[in-house]
């Protein structure tokens, strides 16, 4: 399964599902994150954790971790 | 609820200028940051131009959904009936994500004004927005305005009366016809008590499968069973879970309405980008923002602000000043004179001079540099680069438990711990707030300096043994990295490493009034404390040193005896510091001077060094001098008591006002008691292990040696076993935690 926390910085990518449950996964629903949603990788922090994204017109900060549970292609 | 008073709410996603818009219309000065989550509580002033309106500021907040605080009291005050219009405030440069959250509030069945906040930024932007065809979307009407220009506000309350007035007409977004089947018929289950216009809002909550509106309902079994079996099949026929089929559908009436209403002028790189680009660089980030920092203490404490505090220290509470060629006396000089012509007695002179202008004095001295320090980040944090700092610090935080916004904090606390703690406030987790106020006083101050030039002095005798600072300043950076492992494995802090999704925010330059705003606030938060804390503290510890019993005399010790230097010998504080000296036996100073100094550290670290010279009778006595040195070294029996002395000091609890600040940002006694309980014993520890293993180096062994190295032993234990597995449940039970936290 690719994730979000593989797609390479400069690259973009389109959300397949949101797996796991509860509150993070819903966060990331509420910001927009969801299926369909196209998105780039802007960069990744000096020390290689986490990435920012650009998703519908604003940028985002999520660590890999939390990366995990979204499914890319 | 007055009939009369006209009850508004303001909702909008962090970050939008919702506390901007609120400051602006109400006058109040609340603390505003180019930072998502500031506004952690609600918040209520008067309208200023017209009382009988109520605004109420909510968190900001993403979405209506039950799973953060924040949200919780924002749709818990929507739903309680209170507000008669809803004020929802959108970033219009970043209207999609925006529209998200203005969707559900409208879905509450209120009357909602939408204000397209930053509309200067969109017109910057060449984009153009259809407002006319968005209201008309929307179901409710919507104002342009610039909260930071203070364009379209009157327009926009004006909007807001008359929406109140008109009791709001229910908004039309339709789902897909699928979704709006099943949602027609859970609505048909709803009691009948619940009004027609909140009727869809709850339809969509059980929907969602939303657990606190479902109970709110108390629906009634059977009903409940057939929304479920409804939603059971929605879910097999989308082949998608309740939750993402809604969002989905939002996100999809959103689409159609940004197609409809905004046409997007051709994107460039904003200038945001570029700047980015630069200081988030994967390879120059780091490098850059430790410049940013190198640059803010060059100049708060090594340039402008130490000027003015050595000008403020030196002259107005010292030697007196020349301004224009003309001399002015000191403060304390003013006040003998006053004092003295008033034919006050010596008693009053000293409790003036020596106690009250010294002890503010030397609080107050501090001002230039703080407001030089708060100057420079509130610019920081208000134009976006600390949500960058975050960013580029995450990784490393984590390791011990913290996210990157612990950082801020810790950083400030180099300069003084007051406004390191007053940082925190940006942290949203409870349980890394908690921790990081802990921990943050471990970094040394400003005013622990001259203990530690005190320390170097009396370790080594040269005051140029520079390579003996920055040893204490590991000390307390190990301290602060021992303790979030530690703590982070307790039942206090245990938990999942708090999700880091956060926004990056635009850059901006901060309106001079939300920044001057952000100073004055944390300024004057810390005069506060000097004319209130440290006025009533300076008074007792001047009374504690200067009566005493003298040959069977209680009294005023100057008199009392005759005149005697060494008059403090006999003081109440003298008597104090004996009675418990026993405490610090074992870490190697049991003298009533050394305890003394460190309670009286306790109010504030400068008065270690001033108590320290008044105590050794040097008169005068600065960390620098050689004669302060040996008699404060000849307390001590050895280096390793000196060391022990020196860690206890910068460790313990901090001064007065950084307690009271750790009080205001706990919010509750038991927090501030676990807060400066768990400092002073891990002060008390280090000490301990730094004496007794100082003095089984050279041979000598006690019982102490033992607890020495029970207590180390389990240090190791703590931060090395692994994570317990009772950790990762959320319930996990809160009893017994205190224990091991502070063994």
Known sequence: MKTLGDVKVGDSATIVKLHGEGALRRHLMDLGLIKGTRFTVVKVAPLGDPVEINVRGYELSIRKEEAAIVEVS | MAASQLHVALAGNPNCGKTTLFNLITGQNGYVGNWPGVTVEKKEAKLSRDKSVTITDLPGIYSLSPYSPEERVSRDYLMSGEPDVVIDVIDATNLERNLYLALQVVETGLPVVLALNMADLVEKDGDRIDTRALSARMG?????????????????????????????????????????????????????????GKRRYYAVKLFERDRDAASSLNLPAEAAATVENLVKQCEQDCDDDAESIITGERYAVIAHIMDECVKKAPSKMSVSEKIDRVVTNRILGLPIFLLVMYAVY?????????????????????????????????????????????????????????????????????????????????????????????????????????????????????????????????????????????????IPCGAKLPIIALLMGAL????????????????????????????????????????????????????????????????????????????????????????????????????????????????????????????????????????????????????????????????????????????????????????????????????????????????????????????????????????????????????????????AALIIFQLFRPMPKWAWDEDAPGSGAAATATA
């Open chain 2, 140 to 196: 409710a009407p919507v104002v342009m305005i610039s909260a930071l220009k203070n364009t379209g506000i009157d327009e926009l309350i004006a909007e807001a009366k008359r929406a109140a007035a008109a009791k709001g007409k229910v908004g039309e977004h339709a789902f897909d016809s699928a979704i709006e089947e099943v949602l027609e018929k859970i609505e048909s289950l709803l009691p009948r008590s619940v009004a027609q």
């Open chain 2, 298 to 442: 060059y100049l708060a404490i090594s340039t402008f602000g130490t000027a003015g505090t050595d000008w403020v220290n030196d002259n107005l509470f010292g030697e007196g000043f020349e301004l224009f060629g003309q001399a002015f006396p000191s403060v304390p000089m003013l006040f003998e004179g006053w004092l003295t012509s008033l034919g006050a007695s010596d008693l009053v002179i000293s409790l003036v001079n020596d106690g009250i202008v010294a002890g503010v004095g030397a609080v107050l001295g501090f001002i230039p540099q703080m407001f030089v320090l708060f100057v420079l980040l509130s610019f920081l944090e208000d134009c976006g680069y600390m949500a960058r700092v975050a960013f580029v610090m995450d990784r490393v935080f984590r390791r011990f438990g913290l996210s990157g916004k612990s950082f801020i904090p810790m950083l400030v606390s180099t300069g003084c711990g007051v406004p390191g703690v007053l940082a925190t406030k940006t942290i949203e987790n409870e349980k890394d707030r908690r921790m990081t106020v802990m921990t943050t006083t471990f």
């Open chain 2, 460 to 711: 080594v005798g040269d005051a140029e043994a520079t390579w003996i600072a920055p040893l204490f300043y590991f000390l307390g950076v190990i301290a602060v990295i021992v303790s979030g492992v530690m703590l982070k494995k307790t039942k206090l802090f245990a938990g999942r490493p708090t999700p880091f999704v956060m926004e990056l925010p635009s850059y901006h330059f901060p309106s001079i009034k939300s920044w001057w705003l952000h100073i004055w606030e944390r300024v004057s938060a810390y005069i506060k404390k000097a004319f209130t804390i440290i006025f009533a503290s300076t008074i007792v510890v001047w009374f504690l040193s200067n009566f005493g019993v003298y040959e069977g005399v209680f009294g005023f010790l100057p008199e009392v005896t005759g005149g005697l230097e060494e008059f403090t010998d006999y003081s109440v504080l003298a008597m104090l510091g004996s009675a418990i000296a026993w405490i610090f036996a074992p870490l190697g100073f049991d003298t009533w001077q050394a305890t003394a100094m460190s309670i009286t550290g306790l109010v504030a670290k400068e008065n270690v060094i001033a108590t320290a010279s008044s105590l050794l009778h040097i008169a005068d006595g600065s960390e620098t001098d050689p004669a302060l040195w040996q008699a404060f070294a000849a307390m001590f029996p050895s280096m390793g008591a000196i060391a022990a002395f020196g860690a206890f000091n910068l460790l313990c609890a901090p001064c007065f006002a950084a307690m009271g600040t750790i009080r205001a940002q706990m919010n509750s006694g038991k927090w501030t008691a676990i807060a400066l309980g768990y400092e002073c014993a891990f002060a008390w520890v280090v000490g301990l292990m730094i004496n007794q293993f100082y003095l089984a180096a050279t041979g000598v062994f006690s019982v102490w040696t033992v607890v020495a190295v029970v207590f």
